[in-house]
Antibody, heavy 119, light 114 residues
């Protein structure tokens, strides 16, 4: 059974940092592109970052470029998102999502972890 | 950048009746490999999204056959032949053809029971 389990969310002050983790199981993690997608409270879905299987290709949405860093550890079946300079606009549930079809599609999502940025 | 729109944004439905959601993209979603990377997701309240349809019309394993997807180019439709209570929630279309900037989602269509 495919599983993606996010962790690391919580309450952080504006300007602070947080690192999210996503642990994968039930599939060959090193063969899958991965993404982070977020959803602000009561809002829609926003893709924020992509990483290829070998970490050779990385993309970010403009909204997080320069502040967030995606990386992965294939030996640990884990995906990460380092978030710096957080602002209120970053308050959201953060999902890790598996890419398929060479990265052009998403097929499976984790349950999400909530990040709240507030003083 | 490609923009995805959906209509309607709110869809009250009657149990057992059909429902239809439209998704439009600002650019053609046909990729150079001939595929069209248009995906539909369903998100129930308090849950993460679940994929229903990929590449316009391919239903995922376990998805009831009352769900169907169609369309081409820039215009796409998700249809539910007979709405059931478990179908409530928000439906999102997503494009994966244009990279960068990356995946782009429609604003979502909220389906609830009349």
């Amino acid at each position: 059974e495919v599983q993606l389990v996010e962790s690391g969310g919580g309450l952080v002050q504006p300007g602070g940092s947080l690192r999210l983790s996503c642990t994968a199981s039930g599939f060959t993690f090193s063969n899958s592109e991965m993404n982070w997608v977020r959803q602000a409270p009561g809002k829609g879905l926003e893709w924020i970052s992509y990483i290829s299987r070998s970490s050779s290709t990385i993309y970010y949405a403009d909204s997080v470029k320069g502040r967030f860093t995606i990386f992965r550890d294939n030996a640990e079946n884990s995906l990460y998102l380092q978030m710096n300079s957080l602002g209120a606009e970053d308050t959201a549930v953060y999902y890790c999502a598996r890419g398929v079809s060479g990265g052009w599609e998403i097929d499976f999502w984790g349950q999400g972890t909530l990040v709240s940025v507030s003083s | 950048d490609v923009v995805m729109t959906q209509s309607p944004l709110s869809l009250p439905v009657t149990l057992g009746q059909p429902a239809s959601i439209s998704c439009r993209s600002s650019q053609s979603l046909v990729y150079s490999d001939g595929n069209t990377y248009l995906t539909w997701f369903h998100q129930r309240p308090g849950q993460s999204p679940r994929r229903l349809i990929y590449k316009v019309s391919n239903r995922d394993s376990g998805v009831p056959d009352r769900f169907s997807g169609s369309g081409s180019g820039t215009d796409f439709t998700l249809r539910i032949s007979r709405v059931e209570a478990e179908d409530v929630g928000v439906y999102y279309c997503m494009q994966g053809t244009h990279w960068p900037p990356g995946f782009t989602f429609g604003p979502g269509t909220k389906v609830d029971i009349k």
